[in-house]
């Protein structure tokens, strides 16, 4: 039992491992030199990165509580490469930073929840997995401790997020009291459709639109993804939201099979009133962060189209676009994160004339954006494309049109920040940065990210494969 | 039943908690006076407001009572089932612990523990 049980979980074991280091780390030294320890901590989250490609293994412990499979273990690996990314942006916000190892011990701990998250196979270990991802993060978008609008971020997420979590907790208490378990493999059996099992749906469903920030549970998105830190936005609109993504699959397309016809309705309505808001809102916004907060709310309803199709086409296209989404969205941050933390400036209208000392930076920004917006040579197309070709499956042509005529309208806001970069003359236009090589790696990733995804045909047949069987 | 049921349990919910309130507002004799805003009706009348800032040293000492609280909650279904299991159980436990007592360190080592 013992040698299974450690390759089962080895994600979350090496996982637990680089946090014990770190917390080590705080409580042994006197962490004064941060840029070694910097560099520690992602090497080590890159080793944990290669390493998630090796010993998987499929199978379960403690009675079906925790699950594992070669979907899962690709799951958590988008979530692996995704964190790496993020600490490689925080660098620079990071280097003087007084709680430099407390942000990397909360960061990866939330990702520790989410692994156990993603590989429940229990409602019990679910909401474990969930409320150690989510609390963490608060204090994480605190972290910027000399701004009041940092806490106000976290206190926002921290009551919002709590109640969306009683929300959800109920659902399942409802669906624990009329089948009798909790275990995922055998609820399927007891669920007849009665109304009260239909009620504790429409919960634990409202528990995950509030996460996803579909509409209309979206409203803390925006001033959260304002106040916090631009690492953990990141973090928050990339890895956050693509592990809920991750385990809305298995729950909708496994356990509540049987309710198809219901949730197809509830997606069709969070779809249609996810992508319209998303887009509009994000129009009219001025501070780049919540901006993209915006756009990624807009985003995570083309990932809902996908999903609503209820076929593994469909979860492998939410897969795929989670990638690409992982590359674009962390691309247009990393360029972010690095202006915000030389320059301070995060309006969009401080971006006018951005190209006049940072070419290179202008074109990583816009590449991204384009990736974003879904434009053809870029491997955001190719995610919208296979999503939008899964949710039309169904034959909705309706729920289609409304979702790519939006997608002519978001051109037009990620083409209003390519304009002021490139087009747009400033007095005084933000000077020209120097980012550390760290930043600079990341953003080179992202930018071989979105190129290479989009022409890999290769990787969107390899999910398929893994989810077919 | 079933909707049905649920709406008149809200009703009965709401009626319940809301007429209790209502009742006691419209049957209760009124008198008001200072004494009885207070929320202690015994001792010296307090002074000055309740929004002043409290030494941050009472929520640390808190949370790290929360902590080693739960540690011996955990330990009670533990001691009743560790002789069955064995060595099994003696390891995770420790492995448990030393989790916490490194919480308990980093506490320490960040002057939790020290009263100002």
Known sequence: ?469 | MGPAALILLAICGIAFAGGGILLSRALAKKSANVVKGEPYECGIPTTGTSWIQFHVGYYLFALIFLVFDVELVFMYPWAVVVQKIGMTAFAEIIIFMFILFMGLLYAWKKGALKWM
């Open chain 1, 1 to 469: 039992m013992s040698i299974d049980f450690l390759i089962l979980m080895k994600s979350e074991m090496s996982l637990t491992l680089i946090i014990f280091i770190l917390l080590s780390l705080k409580v042994f030294t006197n962490d004064k030199n941060h840029v070694a320890l910097l560099n520690l901590t992602n090497i080590l989250l890159a080793a944990n990165f290669v390493f998630g490609f090796f010993f998987n293994a499929s199978g379960e412990l403690f009675n079906g509580m925790f699950h594992t499979n070669n979907v899962i273990a690709l799951e958590k690996n988008i979530l692996n490469l995704g964190t790496l990314i993020v600490s490689l942006q925080a660098f620079d916000w990071l280097k003087n930073h007084k709680h430099l190892l407390e942000f990397y011990v909360l960061l990866l701990t939330t990702l520790l929840g989410m692994d156990f998250m993603i590989s429940s196979g229990n409602f019990l270990m679910f909401f474990l997995g969930l409320e150690l991802s989510s609390i963490p993060l608060a204090a994480l978008a605190n972290l910027d401790l000399e701004k009041r609008k940092s806490s106000e971020a976290a206190m926002k997420m921290i009551l919002s997020s709590a109640f969306a979590s009683c929300i959800t907790l109920f659902g399942i208490s409802l669906l624990y009291g009329t089948t009798g378990t909790l275990n995922f493999a055998e609820m399927p059996k007891h669920l007849t459709g009665s109304e009260l099992q239909l009620f504790s749906f429409i919960f634990i469903f409202t528990g995950f639109a509030f996460k996803l920030s579909a509409v209309p549970f979206h409203l803390w998105t925006a001033d959260v993804y304002e106040g916090a830190p631009v690492p953990v936005t990141s973090y928050l609109s990339v890895i956050s939201k693509g592990s809920i993504v991750f385990i809305f699959i298995s729950v909708l397309f496994t356990l509540f099979r049987s309710f198809e016809g219901m949730w197809y309705n509830m997606l069709y309505l969070t779809i249609v009133l996810t992508i319209t808001i998303g887009n509009l809102f994000a129009i009219r916004q001025n501070n780049i962060k919540r901006f993209l907060a915006f756009s990624s709310i807009a985003q995570v309803g083309y990932i809902l189209l996908g999903l609503s199709s209820g076929t593994g086409a469909g979860a492998t296209s939410a897969i795929y676009f989670l990638i690409v989404y992982t590359f674009s969205n962390l691309g247009a941050f990393g360029v972010i994160a690095l202006v915000s933390a030389h320059a301070g400036k995060e309006e969009i209208t401080d971006y006018k004339g951005f190209y006049a000392n940072n070419p290179t930076l202008s074109w990583v920004l816009t590449i991204s954006l384009f990736s974003l917006a879904g434009i053809p040579p870029t491997a955001g197309f190719f995610g919208k494309m296979f999503l939008v070709t899964a949710g039309a499956g169904k034959g909705n042509y309706v729920l289609v049109t409304i979702a790519v005529m939006n997608m002519v309208v978001s051109l037009y806001y990620y083409l209003r920040i390519v304009r002021s970069i490139f087009m747009d003359k400033n007095e005084t236009p933000i000077a020209k940065l120097k980012g550390s090589n760290s930043i600079k790696l990341a953003l080179a990733v992202c930018m071989i990210g979105v190129v290479v995804t989009g022409f890999a045909t290769g990787l969107f047949e390899n999910i398929n494969t893994l989810i077919g069987k």
